[in-house]
């Protein structure tokens, strides 16, 4: 059985993407389970939904992966690096389910905001640098991904809880509205 490299990136990609799906799938497990006390916060729920779209995004990119006929061990460590950013972010965004019940979860979320929404702001970075890899270029969807960056970088910077709250709706609005172009074909 002859096994690509592009293949071999591809199951690395996923498996830590995997990781990082796990990780909030176990989260929204325990909010799910009422038998413990712990807090929600909406604002820090709606971060972690937004972040299991962006897995489900970059699985589905997995593909791009595939079709990637020339690798280099460079350019496997570049696109390692995306999958590992978006774990770490996920890392930090979520505590450990132990502190949950005893922690106010706005204020966590505020301790976590200027590492989660620095790594996010690379993780846009990193985003545009692919597309420029793969895609040999700058494409329309990186207006999308440089404004995310921006918000991402205003995001971590502020402790303001109404920049937040717009800032995450306008995340919101930027990631559905690419899906929406995306999928007309726009971008």
Do not use: C
Not at 1 to 14: D, R
């Amino acid at each position: 059985m002859e096994v690509s490299s592009s293949m071999l990136v591809a199951v690395m990609f996923v498996i830590i993407l995997s990781m990082g799906i796990g990780h909030i799938l176990a989260a929204a497990a325990a909010m799910v389970d009422r038998r413990r006390a712990g807090q929600i916060d909406r604002l820090h729920v709606s971060w972690m939904l937004l972040l299991l779209l962006w897995y489900f995004n970059l699985f589905w990119h997995t593909l791009d992966l595939l079709s990637t006929e020339k690798w280099s061990f460079a350019t496997f460590l570049f696109i390692m690096t995306g999958a590992i950013l978006l774990y770490f972010a996920t890392y930090i965004l979520i505590p450990e389910q132990s502190d949950v019940e005893s922690r106010d979860m706005r204020a966590y979320y505020f301790e976590a905001s200027s590492q989660f929404f620095l790594i996010l702001a690379i993780l846009q970075a990193w985003i545009m640098g692919v597309d420029w890899l793969l895609r040999s270029g700058f494409t329309s969807a990186g207006i999308v991904n440089l404004i995310v960056l921006l918000l991402a970088l205003l995001l971590a910077i502020s402790r303001a809880p109404a920049v937040h709250i717009g800032g995450t709706v306008a995340a919101w609005i930027l990631f559905l509205g690419s899906m929406v172009l995306r999928g007309l074909g726009v971008i």
